[in-house]
Antibody, heavy 115, light 107 residues
Framework: QLQQSGPGLVKPSQTLSLTCAIS??????????WNWIRQSPSRGLEWLGR?????????DYALSVKSRLTINPDTSKNQFSLQLSSVTPEDTAVYYC???????WGQGTLVTVSS | DIQMTQSPSSLSASVGDRVTITCRAS??????LAWYQHKPGKVPKLLIY???TLESGVPSRFSGSGSGTDFTLTISSLQPEDVATYYC?????????FGQGTKVEIK
């Protein structure tokens, strides 16, 4: 099970931060990747990036957000996080964390970028 | 990066109709393709992975086919509860890009 937390409102130019707490699995599981995906009416579903452990930690990011996005695992709390910097209103979306391809998914967090 | 293109972008069909959605990859991705159903206000639901494997609990009226660059999602008999937007997603190497979506409505 994945439980998301984080603010629903972020000001333009600030950093959007979300956390996904994992239960029933380990963020260090070397068989799965932990993803962030967002959904907006204008862009549909958009895969943002992932973190995974395979002898060491790896990250992959979508080109559209690569310069602004950081995904970090936190083994002490068994969770992973998303930080998206320099946000604009175009980053307004429902953000989801997911476990690999077959899930589960987090409950989703509507994040609005507005002053 | 490999681009995923779905067609059509929307469709309207009658209950009981056979519905087909296509997804084309700009380069070959073998069978590393998934299909999702997304209803407003709900978490997206995985329907099919590995191009043609039905996820557990998904009705058998959904099926997937294809390999390489061309893929198809078929609903054999459209039901009212199938109104949703459907997305394909490549899942071989990163980025795991989605198609732009196909909105399915009842006529």
């Amino acid at each position: 099970q994945l439980q998301q937390s984080g603010p629903g409102l972020v000001k333009p130019s600030q950093t959007l931060s979300l956390t996904c707490a994992i239960s029933g699995d380990s963020v260090s599981n070397n068989s799965v990747a932990w993803n962030w995906i967002r959904q907006s009416p204008s862009r549909g579903l958009e895969w943002l990036g992932r973190t995974y452990y395979w002898s060491k930690w790896y990250n992959d990011y979508a080109l559209s957000v690569k310069s602004r996005l950081t995904i970090n695992p936190d083994t002490s709390k068994n969770q992973f996080s998303l930080q998206l910097s320099s946000v604009t209103p175009e980053d307004t979306a429902v953000y989801y964390c997911t476990r690999d391809l077959r899930g589960p998914w987090g409950q989703g967090t509507l994040v609005t970028v507005s002053s | 990066d490999i681009q995923m293109t779905q067609s059509p972008s929307s469709l309207s069909a009658s209950v009981g109709d056979r519905v087909t959605i296509t997804c084309r990859a700009s380069q070959g991705i073998s069978n590393y393709l998934a299909w999702y159903q997304h209803k407003p206000g709900k978490v997206p639901k995985l329907l099919i992975y590995a191009a043609s494997t039905l996820e557990s609990g998904v009705p058998s009226r959904f099926s997937g086919s294809g390999s390489g660059t061309d893929f198809t999602l078929t609903i054999s008999s459209l039901q009212p509860e199938d109104v949703a937007t459907y997305y394909c997603q490549k899942c071989n190497s990163a980025p795991w890009t989605f198609g732009q979506g196909t909105k399915v409505e009842i006529k």
